[in-house]
């Protein structure tokens, strides 16, 4: 099985999209910050209306995500202008 390491840097354009089987694991905690400014919020983007949803997105089979005793979270600021993220 295959080793990813996660970062911050993973998750500066948007979610970190898994798409490969693997075993995944964070090397740091985890800030989701992808609306940096208010007029990010309306910025249109085609295959997503509603913003960013999701800080990590797992679109196959046979993955381990480990948080190796880190942590995810939204920043403040991402928070109070995108609400949907789960």
């Known amino acids: 099985m295959y080793k ?5 840097d993973d998750f500066v354009n948007g979610p970190f999209v898994i798409s490969k ?8 905690n985890i800030t989701i910050n992808f609306l940096k400014n208010k007029n990010d919020i309306w ?3 085609k ?3 509603f913003g960013f949803t999701a800080g990590i997105i797992i679109d196959t089979c046979d993955v381990v995500l480990d948080l190796n005793d880190f942590t995810i979270q939204q920043s403040i600021q991402d928070y109070c202008l995108q609400r949907f993220l789960r």
């Open 43 to 45: 910025e249109h983007n």
């Open 47 to 49: 295959d997503n209306n």
């Open 21 to 28: 089987s693997g075993y995944y694991y964070l090397c740091e």
């Open 4 to 8: 990813y390491k996660i970062t911050n």
